[in-house]
Nanobody, 114 residues
């Protein structure tokens, strides 16, 4: 069983920045595809960004140029750097670790507001 724990969420003003972190347990972190998803109230969960074990990245069109996903395998951690935040980025952000099975964290809330 892989445990996934997100951190770093909070309240930020529009135009601001925030970095989310996600730590996953286990000795096989480097083979996982890591993903960040988000779910706003009343909306389905959507992919924000993902990074494969080879470092290939994929971003939702709505965050391209503003968000950056990165990983440090030695720390079993993936990050989501979020810049130029907008109110529509408000959501609960979830991290997933996927290799055959997919494991999810509990989510960390991000609120973009004055």
């Amino acid at each position: 069983q892989v445990q996934v724990v997100e951190s770093g969420g909070g309240l930020v003003q529009p135009g601001g920045s925030l970095t989310l972190s996600c730590a996953a347990s286990g000795r096989s972190f480097s083979i996982y595809t890591m993903g960040w998803y988000r779910q706003a109230p009343g909306k389905p969960r959507e992919l924000v960004a993902s990074m494969s074990s080879l470092g290939n990245t994929n971003y939702a069109d709505s965050v391209k140029g503003r968000f950056t996903i990165s990983r440090v395998n030695a720390k079993n951690t993936v990050y989501l750097q979020m810049n130029s935040l907008k109110p529509e980025d408000t959501a609960v952000y979830y991290c997933s670790a996927r290799y055959i099975y997919e494991y999810w964290g509990q989510g960390t809330p991000v609120t973009v507001s004055y």
